[in-house]
C-alpha cells in the first residue's frame, strides 16, 4: 500500500471535505422549498438525534483503528493490522446494529420527546443509516492507518452526493402526502447516501485485496497474533476518551442553550430600558448559534484533515521511536494550523459585519449590526479552535490520548464561569457568550500546546515563522480595514465585501513570501512545481 505523506493526505481529505459542505449547503436550500419551515423542523428534530449516537462510531473508534493500523503496518506487521480491521469491523457492526434497533424501537417515544409525534417518520427512516455509518467507520480507520485517504475523501463526496440527489428525489415525491413524509424522504436520502458510500468502500477494499494479501505473506512476524481481547482493550483505551472529549462540544453548545436566555432575561436592554423579554433572548441566541457561530467552524474543514491525517503519520513514527520525525511532523502540522488559522480569525472578525450582510441579507440593519459584533469576537477563537484539533491529533500519535480531553474540559468549565458572569454585564449581553467561547478554545489549546512542547519539544524556528505568520495577518487585517470602505464607495456593499476578501488574501500571501515566512519546500507542496516554488520563493527579502 502506497503510503503518502500526511501532508498529501490532509490536501486529499480537506479538498473532499470542503467540496461536501458545499453539497450539504446547496442539499439545504431547495430543501427548504420542497417541505417549508415545518417540514424542516421535522427533519431538525431527527437528524441532531442521529448525530449523537454516531458520536460513539464516528468519533473514537476510527482514530483508535488507524492508530493501531499504522503501528502495526510501521513494524511491518501486516497481518495484524488486517486483524485489527477485522475485529474492529465486527465491533461497529455490533455497535450499529445496538443503536439502529433501539432508534427504531423507540422511534415514536423519541418523537414524542421531542414535541412533535409526526417526527417519528423522519427518524425511522435515519435510523438504518446508524448501521450503515458504523461500518464505513471501519473502512475509513483502516484506510487511515495505512496512510490512504482517497477512500476516505471519495466517500464522503458520495455521502453528500446521494443525499442530494436521492434526498430531494424522494423529499418532493413523498410531500405530496403531508410535510412529515417529505422529511422522512429526506432523511431516508441520508441513509441511501450511506449504503452508497459503503458499497464503494467495499469496492475499493475488494480492488486492493489482492495487494493486501500480498503484503501478509510478507509479514515478518510470521504466526505471531494478538489476542484479540488485547486488540479491543487497546482499541476501547483509545476510543473511549475520544468519545468522550468528541462529547464536550455539543455540551458546550447545550450550556449556551441553558445558560444564554435564562441569564438575558435579567440584564438591562439598553435599547427599552428594561429587561429583556424572552422573545428578545431567543432573537439574541439565535443570531449567536445560528448566524454567527456556523461561520467559524468552515476554517475548521482544513485542520479536521490535518489531524486525520497526522494521528496515522505521528503513530507510525511513535512506534519506531524516531522523535526526529515527530518533532518534525508535529511542527510542519502546527505550522500549516497557523497558516491557515491566523488569517481566517483576523479576516474574519475585520470583516464580520460585511460578511452577515453578505450571507444573511434578509436580517434587518440592527440584527446584522449585531450578529456581526458576534461574529467579530467569535472569530478570535479560530486560530484556538484549529490548534486545539491540530495539537489533539499530534498527542493521540504519541499515545497522550487522556491530555487533550481533560484540557478540553477545563476549557469547557472555563467558558461556563466566563459566559455566565459577561453575559450578565448589560455593555456585553449575549457578547458574553462569544468571548466565554474565545475563552474556551484559549484554555484548551493553551493547555495543549504545553503538553506538546513538554512531550516533544519545540525548535526557535517555529516560533520565528509563528510570529511571521501573526504579523501578516494583522497587516492584512488593517489593509483590508482601511480599504473596505473607499470600495463601499467605490463599487457597493457585496462587490466591495468580495473584492476585500480577495485583496486581503493577497496582501498575506505577498506578506509572507516578502518575509520568507514560507520557503521553497512549503510552497512545492502548496503548488506542486518546483520551478515555480523556487521561483516564488527568490522573491522574498533575504538577510545580510
Keep these: 500500500m502506497g503510503r503518502k505523506s500526511f501532508i498529501k493526505g490532509a490536501a486529499v481529505l480537506a ?64 497481518a495484524g493490522a488486517h486483524r485489527v480491521f477485522r475485529i474492529s469491523l465486527l465491533l461497529l457492526a455490533g455497535i450499529g446494529t445496538l443503536t439502529s434497533v433501539l432508534l427504531f424501537s423507540f422511534s415514536g417515544a423519541v418523537a414524542r420527546a421531542v414535541g412533535n409525534p409526526n417526527a417519528v417518520y423522519s427518524i425511522l427512516a435515519i435510523a438504518p443509516g446508524l448501521f450503515f455509518v458504523s461500518v464505513i467507520s471501519s473502512f ?21 452526493m446521494g443525499k442530494l440527489i436521492l434526498g430531494l428525489r424522494l423529499a418532493s415525491y413523498w410531500v405530496k402526502r403531508g410535510v412529515e413524509f417529505g422529511a422522512a424522504g429526506a432523511m431516508l436520502g441520508v441513509t441511501l447516501s450511506e449504503v452508497m458510500a459503503l458499497a464503494l468502500l467495499l469496492g475499493i477494499y475488494r480492488r486492493k485485496k489482492t495487494e493486501i494479501r500480498d503484503n501478509i505473506k510478507k509479514n515478518r512476524f510470521g504466526r505471531y497474533r494478538e489476542s484479540t481481547r488485547s486488540i479491543m482493550t487497546r482499541m476501547m483505551n483509545i476510543a473511549v476518551p475520544v468519545t ?55 476554517p475548521t474543514i482544513i485542520t479536521i484533515a490535518l489531524a486525520m491525517s497526522v494521528v496515522p503519520s505521528i503513530s507510525e513514527s511513535y512506534v519506531l521511536k524516531d522523535w526526529k520525525a515527530i518533532s518534525y511532523k508535529a511542527e510542519t502540522a502546527m505550522r500549516l ?72 474540559l477545563i476549557g469547557a468549565l472555563a467558558k461556563i464561569g466566563v459566559s455566565y458572569i459577561l453575559i ?17 478554545y484559549l484554555t484548551a489549546s493553551l493547555l495543549d ?56 488574501i493577497i496582501i498575506y500571501a505577498l506578506a509572507l513570501i516578502v518575509m520568507g515566512a514560507v520557503d521553497a519546500k512549503d510552497l512545492r507542496i502548496l503548488f506542486r512545481n518546483s520551478k515555480l516554488a523556487d521561483r516564488i520563493a527568490s522573491i522574498r527579502l533575504r538577510n545580510g
Excluded at 423542523?41 to 483503528?65: D, K, N
Design 424 to 440: 450578565g454585564i448589560p455593555g456585553l449581553n449575549v457578547l458574553g457568550a462569544a468571548v466565554g467561547t474565545v475563552v474556551c
Design 449 to 504: 500546546f504545553a503538553a506538546m512542547v513538554k512531550h516533544i519539544g519545540i525548535s526557535q524556528k517555529f516560533a520565528v515563522q509563528a510570529s511571521k505568520f501573526a504579523f501578516a495577518s494583522g497587516f492584512m487585517g488593517a489593509v483590508v480595514i482601511i480599504m473596505f470602505k473607499p470600495l463601499m464607495t467605490a463599487v457597493g456593499g457585496i462587490p466591495a465585501t468580495i473584492l476585500a476578501i480577495f485583496i486581503g
Design 337 to 408: 494550523t497557523l497558516l491557515i488559522g491566523l488569517p481566517a480569525a483576523v479576516g474574519m472578525s475585520a470583516m464580520a459585519r460585511p460578511v452577515i450582510q453578505l450571507l444573511y441579507a434578509s436580517l434587518d440593519a440592527g440584527e446584522i449590526a449585531k450578529a456581526g459584533n458576534i461574529l467579530s469576537v467569535l472569530s478570535i477563537g479560530i486560530v484556538f479552535l484549529t490548534g486545539i484539533q491540530t495539537l489533539t491529533g499530534i498527542l493521540q500519535g504519541i499515545n497522550r490520548i487522556v491530555i487533550p480531553v481533560r484540557n478540553l
Design 140 to 160: 475509513r480507520g483502516y484506510f487511515q492507518g495505512m496512510q490512504y485517504m482517497n477512500p476516505t475523501a471519495i466517500s464522503q463526496v458520495i455521502e453528500q
Design 15 to 78: 479538498g473532499a471535505g470542503l467540496f461536501a459542505k458545499f453539497l450539504g449547503a446547496v442539499f439545504r436550500i431547495p430543501l427548504t422549498y420542497l417541505i417549508g419551515s415545518e417540514g424542516m423542523g421535522l427533519y431538525q428534530m431527527a437528524y441532531p438525534i442521529y448525530s449523537f449516537l454516531l458520536v460513539t462510531s464516528s468519533a473514537g473508534l476510527p482514530v483508535a483503528i488507524s492508530k493501531m493500523v499504522s503501528e502495526k503496518i510501521a513494524l511491518d506487521d501486516y
Design 244 to 298: 468522550i472529549g468528541a462529547s464536550f462540544m455539543p455540551l458546550v453548545a447545550l450550556a449556551d442553550e441553558i445558560i444564554v436566555v435564562n441569564r438575558l432575561v435579567d440584564v438591562i436592554n439598553y435599547d427599552t430600558g428594561l429587561k429583556y423579554t424572552v422573545e428578545e433572548a431567543t432573537r439574541l441566541y439565535g443570531l449567536l448559534t445560528a448566524y454567527a457561530s456556523p461561520l467559524i467552524n468552515f
